[in-house]
C-alpha cells in the first residue's frame, strides 16, 4: 500500500461525510428502465430525507427482464450497488459491486465502489485494498478516490 493513499485515506477518514462518493456508470442498452435506474443513482447520491426501496425497482427490472451486453449489465450491477448503499444496505451493495467485479474485472469504478461500502463498515484494510485496485486499472475521476 502507498504511503500517498494511506495519508489520504487517514484524512478521509476524519473528513468524509457518509454517503455521495460513490461512482455511478452511464448505462447505454436496455431501455427507459434502465436509465431510470441510472437518474436514481443521482437520487440515491444526494442522500435526502425519505430514500427509498423503491429506488431499486427500475435497476432489479433492469437486470430481470432486460437483453444488456456485458458491459450495461455490470454497470446495472454497479449502480444497484450504490442505490443499495445510499440506502445503508452495505451487505447487498457488496454483492452487487461483486457481481460486477466478476463480470468485468477491469472497470476501477467497481473497486471503488465496493471500497466505498468497505469504507463504511469500517473495513478499512479491504476499502484501503479496493482503491489502490481502482488506481492500479486507472480510475480517471481521482476526486471520488480522494
Known amino acids: 500500500m502507498s504511503s500517498k493513499i494511506t495519508q489520504c485515506f487517514a484524512l478521509a ?3 468524509i461525510p457518509a454517503q455521495g462518493f460513490s461512482q455511478a456508470m452511464m448505462v447505454f442498452g436496455g431501455g427507459e428502465k434502465a436509465q431510470e435506474c441510472y437518474m436514481n443513482v443521482e437520487i440515491a447520491a444526494r442522500n435526502l430525507p425519505g430514500l427509498s426501496m423503491n429506488l431499486l425497482e427500475p435497476c432489479d ?3 430481470e427482464y432486460t437483453n444488456l451486453d ?3 449489465r455490470a454497470a446495472t450491477f454497479a449502480n444497484r450497488g450504490i442505490v ?3 440506502l445503508k444496505d452495505y451487505e447487498a ?3 452487487d459491486y461483486d457481481t460486477a467485479i466478476a463480470i468485468r474485472p477491469s472497470a476501477p469504478e467497481f473497486y471503488l ?3 466505498n461500502s468497505f469504507f463504511m463498515i469500517r473495513d478499512y484494510e479491504s476499502a484501503l485494498d479496493d482503491y489502490e485496485v481502482s488506481l492500479e ?5 481521482l476526486h471520488f478516490l480522494h
Not at 486499472?137 to 475521476?141: A, N, R, T, V
Open 13 to 15: 477518514v476524519m473528513l
Open 61 to 63: 427490472y433492469t437486470l
Open 70 to 72: 456485458l458491459r450495461d
Open 84 to 86: 443499495h448503499a445510499a
Open 93 to 95: 451493495a457488496m454483492s
Open 113 to 115: 465502489n465496493r471500497g
Open 137 to 141: 486499472l486507472g480510475i480517471k475521476q
